[in-house]
């Protein structure tokens, strides 16, 4: 299995885990990466895996957490674009990072 394929495997999982907690989620496979709905129709929190290809990655690159724990890394996405209630400028008073 090549890096991509590996990638695109650990996106596929933290979707289901995302779709689990009732978030809408797509799959972009051409970035690779997870464009996560807000509250604010039209605006996306881009989900990726790292350069490393060890952790997901999203809000300009400080929000990571280990792709190994894909069950946490869905936890931690959910809360982020629950408490940005759909800004995404790292304003929201409840970040949870």
Known sequence: MNARDVELRLLAD?????LGLG????LDEAMPGLLVAT???GLFVWVFVGASGRTFT?????SKHPVDDVA???GKVARFVTAQAGQLN????????
């Open 14 to 18: 933290l979707r289901a885990s995302l």
């Open 90 to 97: 790292g304003s929201a008073n409840d970040h949870f990072d």
């Open 72 to 74: 946490g890394a869905a």
């Open 58 to 62: 999203w809000r300009r690159d400080d």
């Open 23 to 26: 978030l809408a989620v797509r």
């Open 39 to 41: 509250a604010n129709p």
